[in-house]
């Protein structure tokens, strides 16, 4: 999901780790109105209004393992995404993790986030559309980013600090991130 300069190959764990840290995180509450998340910090009490439903998560199909595809690989991706959150019955809403840059305000037409949204756009490098869902348990949460190939996602209860899990293993000192969990990696 999150990175500032996504590589032609999957990055190393502590680099990508840093690029989700300092990521910036919004959602879309009305088609207007935008809402940012923080890792560490309890969601914005305003989202609960449009998205009541827990635990939530925020989960992209965009660049599997944070290697750079094509626009059109992504967008077929994303699609798919969203019909299988259709499928469930999972209420969502529009999401878009980037780089963090203040003032960014993005907007989705049929193309997806442009650059040449309103607001301020000092340097867009990177930006990959999601989806924040309620009501998938962590389980199934973990399936459907593994099913889309994603080193890591947003996840939280309603009230509690939002977390980052991340589906790869766990580099030197991972243990000073209080609010990342590392999910054990499957063999393959």
Do not use: K
């Not at 009305?30 to 609960?48: M, T, Y």
């Not at 969502?92 to 949204?117: H, I, K, M, T």
């Amino acid at each position: 999901m999150a990175q500032n300069s996504i590589p032609r190959r999957a990055p190393a764990t502590d680099r990508l780790l840093a690029a989700y840290l300092g990521a910036r995180y919004q959602v879309c509450l009305d088609g207007r109105a935008w809402s940012v998340l923080e890792i560490g910090q309890p969601a914005p009490a305003a989202l609960a209004e449009f998205l009541p439903a827990t635990p939530c998560s925020l989960v992209t199909a965009w660049n599997p393992q944070s290697v750079t595809r094509s626009r059109e690989a992504n967008e077929a991706a994303d699609a798919a995404l969203r019909a299988e959150l259709d499928g469930l019955g999972v209420p969502v809403l529009r999401a878009l993790a980037s780089q963090a840059e203040d003032g960014f305000v993005p907007d989705f037409g049929r193309a997806g986030p442009r650059r040449d949204a309103p607001g301020p756009c000092p340097r867009q490098d990177w930006s990959e559309p999601g989806w924040l869902l309620g009501g998938l348990d962590t389980a199934a949460t973990d399936a459907l980013a593994r099913r889309y190939g994603q080193a890591g996602i947003l996840h939280w209860r309603q009230g509690e600090p939002v977390r980052l899990r991340m589906y790869r293993p766990p580099p030197a000192g991972h243990d000073r991130h209080r609010w990342v969990d590392w999910v054990p990696v499957r063999p393959a």
